[in-house]
């Protein structure tokens, strides 16, 4: 049998085909349009932003609501939607006028009465909002383009509120008029992205396409605040639950960023010349574990001085967070946040902690070998670990320290419980806050049975704290903040265990992307692809 | 037969009736809650209660097991407790990739799976039967994990011929949404080639030692015949069994393949469900699991009067 050139040609070019099948095929579904950006986020599983408190559930609202003030990256508060605003002499009264063009994405103009309804429905349950709701005597409009916010006594603090605690997404009146605890229907908003309802698929992907009829401010976007200009007509949020199969999407080029990449693949992203890390939210979080106060031993405050003195802040951060330029230790209630933070009466930190002292505290403190419960929330990798190296360092000072492994859900359920251990209650939770203003970051109350879990009470602390709202200068603020935590410190609200930022991993070809002084998620605004 | 069928009907409605009530109950009592979830770490009691109220989750259990019977029994799956969204819906978004997945795992295990145990037993002893051992028990005992990784180094990371994740449903084109389910598909089937071979092997011995094959062989049949036309056909029925069964097992249980390669499958739903506490959509999509189980359970048992002429129901 004799074999042709042109057979040997068919067959080469037939052989050819069949093996570049797949790129061909593959190249046709990848993301290859240069305004498009995939982004891996954790789940959307919430979309209203008033609802819930969730991170991602925020992120979503950034993108879709445009909100009345935003902050910038110092942690100011800049008008957003508001062109101007001005408050009476009196200090009773706010007066708010929105800027020309804003409109909602079904087209309708945003008026003062969405504004309104949008204030009332987030007051009904943020901390900051209800307290303005307290104070108000008449929230209402002017005019299409004005409200007012009457109170019957001066608020210093209302502009920061607006901004603070839960976000103020401004929705159409009709979607704000539902009771708070009841998720809008519609995700309807006047931000710089539209959500793509047709190609949402819940657990799965969200699409965010560009705005055309935003009207951006004029200036430069900072933080949240200045000008929302979209630069990508789409940003995808893809859910892919395995860490591993995100960072290979990464590598490949079928994803452009992973908000979440773990810290062990830090040093993989770093060798890889189209990849970097980059943190966004400057803010970040800290570490915190709260003991129980109605229940013994920490009932007394030898008991939670004597955890004050036990913690040692760089091992539990070598536990949790292990890289070290991701995070540091942390004294102040405040954080390390440049605003508030200082550092009175932290005399009782020292590095690698003191047990003798914690040990000597604990007897001075009476305690006898009762079991202690700490609640360890198996699901949530870096408090899980830090849980177990508080039991080792309590029971290497002869304190009877026992996990109670669960995973979240599990743990909120029973940290409900004010009742003894032997009853289904608890003595130490550990978990993260980020906020340092003490209107509306749970952590820092400490007025008893109102209080957030663990229920800590100091009537010296609160008459402090309750100035907070009433104070307008920055120094003002500034010199309470010393004083609250000075008190802080003596009767131990809690515990600091470290402060850390997370860092996000993109493709180099994203730039753009603004550094937000928080910790919850970052603006979509201002990104943009650079093709090739 | 149509009585049989009608008695196998009525018995999968009990099946799934007792699956609803036995899920409902474990959820109830698991120690967690929505309404927390819904609203966040750091959201007040009263917060989470008045979303609990808004719910339905403070009402008794009987009063929220019959408001769910009786939706059920409307055709309302419900709504999903954190998106909102019909449960029916997030169901049907997840339907195809799962389904998508599982033929062609079980196209692909079939085929494979059949010939290499005919083989094995073609040639028992041979260098190909303890070859074929080999691989059986390599498929069998790798994890879908391992595999999985191992195939997207190479084929997506380091050639670059196959995407690493993610699905492209088929309306959206033949080759993508096949060229997206090549490296699963390959990953889930190496286990279930394994068991098929291993089962087959071991049926088509068993007939090949028969007294009807030494006479085959004596009236002059040859090797295809007797293997194929013969025995083969005569060994079907416990093949057809795992078969049915493994097809059953992989629509509930491609979790781990779906998580590896990003599939937004049912596995995936219920999963994210449960993680969430979503009530409606675990309990959903169980009873669907469930039926579907009991249906490929009965056309298996069916199929069988097929192939051998003596089951009769």
């Not at chain 2, 029994?73 to 049907?92: A, C, E, K």
């Given at each position: 049998?004799?074999?042709?050139?042109?057979?040997?040609?068919?067959?080469?070019?037939?052989?050819?085909?069949?093996?570049?099948?797949?790129?061909?095929?593959?190249?046709?579904?990848?993301?290859?349009?240069?305004?498009?950006?995939?982004?891996?986020?954790?789940?959307?599983?919430?979309?209203?932003?008033?609802?819930?408190?969730?991170?991602?559930?925020?992120?979503?609202?950034?993108?879709?609501?445009?909100?009345?003030?935003?902050?910038?990256?110092?942690?100011?508060?800049?008008?957003?939607?508001?062109?101007?605003?001005?408050?009476?002499?009196?200090?009773?009264?706010?007066?708010?006028?929105?800027?020309?063009?804003?409109?909602?994405?079904?087209?309708?103009?945003?008026?003062?009465?969405?504004?309104?309804?949008?204030?009332?429905?987030?007051?009904?349950?943020?901390?900051?909002?209800?307290?303005?709701?307290?104070?108000?005597?008449?929230?209402?409009?002017?005019?299409?383009?004005?409200?007012?916010?009457?109170?019957?006594?001066?608020?210093?603090?209302?502009?920061?509120?607006?901004?603070?605690?839960?976000?103020?997404?401004?929705?159409?009146?009709?979607?704000?008029?539902?009771?708070?605890?009841?998720?809008?229907?519609?995700?309807?908003?006047?931000?710089?992205?539209?959500?793509?309802?047709?190609?949402?698929?819940?657990?799965?992907?969200?699409?965010?396409?560009?705005?055309?009829?935003?009207?951006?401010?004029?200036?430069?976007?900072?933080?949240?605040?200045g000008g929302k200009v979209a630069k990508v007509d789409r940003a995808v949020w893809q859910v892919i639950s395995d860490q591993q199969t995100a960072f290979a999407a990464l590598q490949a080029g079928e994803v452009d960023f992973v908000?979440?990449?773990?810290?062990?693949?830090?040093?993989?992203?770093?060798?890889?010349?189209?990849?970097?890390?980059?943190?966004?939210?400057?803010?970040?979080?800290?570490?915190?574990?709260?003991?129980?106060?109605?229940?013994?031993?920490?009932?007394?405050?030898?008991?939670?001085?004597?955890?004050?003195?036990?913690?040692?802040?760089?091992?539990?951060?070598?536990?949790?967070?292990?890289?070290?330029?991701?995070?540091?230790?942390?004294?102040?209630?405040?954080?390390?946040?440049?605003?508030?933070?200082?550092?009175?009466?932290?005399?009782?930190?020292?590095?690698?902690?003191?047990?003798?002292?914690?040990?000597?505290?604990?007897?001075?403190?009476?305690?006898?070998?009762?079991?202690?419960?700490?609640?360890?929330?198996?699901?949530?990798?870096?408090?899980?670990?830090?849980?177990?190296?508080?039991?080792?360092?309590?029971?290497?000072?002869?304190?009877?320290?026992?996990?109670?492994?669960?995973?979240?859900?599990?743990?909120?359920?029973?940290?409900?419980?004010?009742?003894?251990?032997?009853?289904?209650?608890?003595?130490?939770?550990?978990?993260?806050?980020?906020?340092?203003?003490?209107?509306?970051?749970?952590?820092?109350?400490?007025?008893?049975?109102?209080?957030?879990?663990?229920?800590?009470?100091?009537?010296?602390?609160?008459?402090?704290?309750?100035?907070?709202?009433?104070?307008?200068?920055?120094?003002?603020?500034?010199?309470?903040?010393?004083?609250?935590?000075?008190?802080?410190?003596?009767?131990?609200?809690?515990?600091?265990?470290?402060?850390?930022?997370?860092?996000?991993?993109?493709?180099?070809?994203?730039?753009?992307?603004?550094?937000?002084?928080?910790?919850?998620?970052?603006?979509?605004?201002?990104?943009?692809?650079?093709?090739? | 037969?149509?009585?049989?069928?009608?008695?196998?009907?009525?018995?999968?409605?009990?099946?799934?009736?007792?699956?609803?009530?036995?899920?409902?109950?474990?959820?109830?009592?698991?120690?967690?809650?929505?309404?927390?979830?819904?609203?966040?770490?750091?959201?007040?009691?009263?917060?989470?209660?008045?979303?609990?109220?808004?719910?339905?989750?403070?009402?008794?259990?009987?009063?929220?097991?019959?408001?769910?019977?009786?939706?059920?029994?409307?055709?309302?799956?419900?709504?999903?407790?954190?998106?909102?969204?019909?449960?029916?819906?997030?169901?049907?978004?997840?339907?195809?990739?799962?389904?998508?997945?599982?033929?062609?795992?079980?196209?692909?295990?079939?085929?494979?799976?059949?010939?290499?145990?005919?083989?094995?037993?073609?040639?028992?002893?041979?260098?190909?039967?303890?070859?074929?051992?080999?691989?059986?028990?390599?498929?069998?005992?790798?994890?879908?994990?391992?595999?999985?990784?191992?195939?997207?180094?190479?084929?997506?990371?380091?050639?670059?011929?196959?995407?690493?994740?993610?699905?492209?449903?088929?309306?959206?084109?033949?080759?993508?949404?096949?060229?997206?389910?090549?490296?699963?598909?390959?990953?889930?089937?190496?286990?279930?080639?394994?068991?098929?071979?291993?089962?087959?092997?071991?049926?088509?011995?068993?007939?090949?030692?028969?007294?009807?094959?030494?006479?085959?062989?004596?009236?002059?049949?040859?090797?295809?015949?007797?293997?194929?036309?013969?025995?083969?056909?005569?060994?079907?029925?416990?093949?057809?069994?795992?078969?049915?069964?493994?097809?059953?097992?992989?629509?509930?249980?491609?979790?781990?393949?779906?998580?590896?390669?990003?599939?937004?499958?049912?596995?995936?739903?219920?999963?994210?469900?449960?993680?969430?506490?979503?009530?409606?959509?675990?309990?959903?999509?169980?009873?669907?699991?469930?039926?579907?189980?009991?249906?490929?359970?009965?056309?298996?048992?069916?199929?069988?009067?097929?192939?051998?002429?003596?089951?009769?129901?």
């Amino acid at each position: 049998m004799t074999i042709t050139r042109r057979q040997i040609l068919k067959t080469g070019l037939a052989a050819g085909t069949a093996l570049s099948m797949p790129t061909i095929l593959r190249a046709q579904t990848s993301p290859d349009d240069a305004r498009t950006v995939r982004m891996v986020m954790a789940d959307l599983t919430v979309f209203d932003p008033i609802l819930s408190g969730v991170d991602t559930t925020r992120m979503h609202g950034y993108a879709v609501y445009d909100t009345l003030f935003a902050i910038d990256s110092k942690g100011i508060p800049q008008p957003q939607m508001v062109k101007k605003w001005s408050v009476s002499d009196d200090k009773k009264t706010y007066t708010f006028q929105l800027r020309e063009g804003l409109t909602f994405h079904d087209g309708s103009p945003v008026t003062a009465a969405d504004c309104v309804a949008s204030i009332r429905r987030w007051g009904q349950v943020d901390t900051g909002g209800k307290l303005i709701m307290a104070r108000a005597k008449d929230i209402s409009k002017a005019d299409d383009r004005t409200f007012m916010i009457s109170l019957k006594e001066p608020l210093g603090t209302l502009i920061n509120m607006l901004v603070e605690g839960l976000f103020l997404a401004v929705m159409r009146e009709k979607d704000a008029s539902r009771p708070a605890t009841e998720q809008v229907t519609s995700n309807i908003g006047s931000g710089p992205f539209k959500f793509n309802e047709a190609l949402a698929k819940p657990g799965a992907s969200f699409t965010y396409d560009r705005n055309e009829q935003y009207v951006p401010r004029q200036e430069a976007a900072d933080g949240f605040a200045g000008g929302k200009v979209a630069k990508v007509d789409r940003a995808v949020w893809q859910v892919i639950s395995d860490q591993q199969t995100a960072f290979a999407a990464l590598q490949a080029g079928e994803v452009d960023f992973v908000w979440t990449p773990p810290a062990d693949l830090f040093p993989v992203i770093e060798s890889d010349p189209n990849l970097e890390l980059q943190v966004l939210c400057k803010g970040g979080t800290i570490m915190y574990l709260r003991m129980n106060f109605l229940q013994p031993p920490f009932d007394n405050v030898k008991a939670r001085q004597a955890m004050l003195h036990l913690v040692d802040q760089e091992a539990f951060m070598r536990v949790a967070y292990p890289d070290p330029r991701f995070s540091q230790t942390v004294t102040s209630i405040f954080g390390n946040n440049p605003l508030y933070s200082n550092d009175e009466n932290t005399g009782w930190y020292k590095k690698g902690g003191d047990p003798e002292k914690a040990k000597q505290l604990f007897q001075e403190a009476g305690y006898a070998g009762e079991k202690i419960v700490i609640l360890q929330p198996t699901d949530w990798a870096e408090v899980s670990d830090a849980s177990q190296l508080l039991a080792d360092m309590l029971r290497n000072i002869g304190v009877n320290a026992e996990l109670a492994p669960s995973d979240w859900g599990g743990v909120e359920r029973r940290r409900k419980s004010k009742g003894p251990v032997e009853d289904g209650g608890w003595n130490i939770l550990i978990s993260d806050y980020s906020g340092y203003n003490p209107t509306n970051t749970p952590f820092l109350l400490a007025n008893g049975e109102d209080a957030f879990y663990g229920w800590p009470k100091n009537d010296e602390y609160e008459a402090l704290r309750s100035k907070w709202t009433e104070v307008e200068t920055l120094e003002e603020r500034q010199a309470l903040a010393r004083e609250m935590q000075g008190i802080w410190w003596d009767f131990v609200g809690g515990v600091l265990l470290g402060h850390s930022v997370q860092p996000t991993a993109h493709r180099k070809s994203i730039s753009g992307l603004l550094e937000v002084p928080g910790s919850y998620g970052f603006p979509m605004w201002n990104m943009q692809k650079v093709s090739g | 037969m149509a009585a049989y069928i009608l008695r196998r009907m009525v018995s999968t409605i009990a099946v799934m009736a007792m699956v609803g009530i036995f899920v409902f109950l474990l959820l109830r009592l698991a120690p967690s809650d929505p309404a927390a979830m819904i609203a966040g770490r750091d959201a007040p009691a009263e917060v989470i209660a008045g979303i609990r109220e808004q719910l339905g989750l403070n009402d008794s259990l009987p009063v929220q097991f019959m408001r769910w019977v009786r939706d059920m029994l409307g055709g309302d799956f419900g709504i999903s407790i954190f998106t909102g969204r019909p449960v029916v819906q997030l169901i049907s978004q997840r339907l195809e990739p799962t389904l998508s997945l599982s033929i062609l795992t079980m196209i692909l295990s079939v085929s494979v799976g059949v010939s290499f145990g005919i083989l094995a037993a073609w040639r028992t002893g041979g260098l190909i039967d303890r070859l074929l051992a080999a691989f059986s028990a390599l498929g069998y005992s790798v994890p879908v994990f391992v595999i999985g990784y191992f195939l997207v180094y190479f084929f997506a990371i380091r050639t670059h011929w196959l995407p690493v994740q993610g699905y492209v449903p088929i309306g959206g084109g033949l080759g993508p949404w096949f060229v997206h389910l090549v490296l699963p598909t390959v990953a889930l089937s190496l286990g279930y080639i394994a068991f098929i071979a291993r089962v087959t092997r071991a049926s088509m011995l068993e007939v090949l030692s028969e007294d009807y094959m030494r006479t085959a062989a004596a009236k002059g049949a040859s090797s295809y015949a007797m293997l194929f036309h013969h025995a083969l056909k005569n060994a079907g029925v416990p093949i057809l069994t795992v078969v049915g069964i493994s097809f059953a097992y992989m629509i509930g249980g491609v979790v781990l393949t779906e998580t590896v390669f990003n599939i937004p499958g049912i596995g995936r739903l219920v999963v994210d469900a449960i993680n969430n506490r979503d009530y409606p959509i675990i309990q959903s999509v169980l009873i669907l699991t469930s039926g579907l189980y009991v249906l490929i359970n009965l056309t298996v048992d069916l199929a069988y009067t097929l192939i051998d002429p003596r089951i009769r129901y």
